[in-house]
């Protein structure tokens, strides 16, 4: 198995653009979520899903924020407008049923200039 | 709310040397509890988990250790070795939070030749 793919690796943007951040999970994992991590705050739960359906999603920072997954094997993140702060490494993982187990992917390094 | 204290925050030891890193967390109330390494620039790789049933779970030179009651959790690290030079995060998930990870702040680990 590849493990949890996530797309861009690295984004520079300028202020004010959209971003759009892309994940697969693991094939068979029926939970995903989406954590932002910063040398301030650490890692944050941002909101995950449970077979494809959003449970939670008190982490998103803003309204600027938004998340869908509308199949078993695809999920984005999109920023819109982006700001400088929201500059930070966004990780994608999925969760295995049997143990709960998370399994996080490479992260995208998103740097909003 | 749940919050997870990772103690030292930064820890440099020579080769060979056999080490523990400590995790609590205030809430007992934890469904699991996972220990993660993290290499520089790179996403979460996990290393074990032990669910709230368990004392302890291990794989090859590691050994986690979880104490509920106290709200406690050790990573034992046997011969150490430079290619252990990570950072280690520990994170818990609540009975009733769909299994949402509380992450610590991390300790960073050195192993020097």
């Known amino acids: 198995d590849a493990g949890v793919i996530q797309s861009p690796r690295h984004e520079v943007t300028e202020m004010g653009q959209e971003v759009t951040l892309r994940c697969k999970p693991i094939s068979g994992h029926n939970s995903l979520f989406w954590y932002r991590q910063t040398m301030m705050r650490g890692l944050e739960l941002l909101i995950y899903f449970n077979n494809n359906v959003p449970i939670d999603d008190s982490g998103m920072p803003e309204d600027r924020f938004s998340a869908k997954m509308p199949n078993a094997s695809f999920s984005t993140l999109k920023i819109q407008p982006s700001e400088p702060r929201d500059s930070a490494v966004y990780f994608c993982?999925?969760?295995?049923?049997?143990?709960?187990?998370?399994?996080f992917g490479p992260g995208t390094r998103l740097t909003v200039l | 709310k749940q919050e997870v204290t990772q103690i030292p925050a930064a820890l440099s030891v020579p080769e060979g040397e056999n080490l523990v890193l400590n995790c609590s967390f205030t809430d007992s109330a934890i469904y699991n509890l996972q220990w993660f390494r993290q290499d520089p620039g790179k996403g979460l790789t996990s290393l074990l988990l032990i669910q709230s049933s368990q004392r302890e779970q291990t794989s090859g030179r590691l050994n986690a250790s979880l104490d509920k009651s106290s709200g406690r959790s050790t990573l034992y690290i046997a011969a150490s070795q430079p290619g252990d030079s990570a950072t280690y995060l520990c994170a818990v998930s609540l009975n009733n939070a769909g299994n949402m990870l509380t992450f610590g702040g991390g300790t960073r680990l050195m192993v020097k030749p």
């Open positions: 993982a999925s969760r295995r049923r049997q143990t709960n187990e998370q399994f």
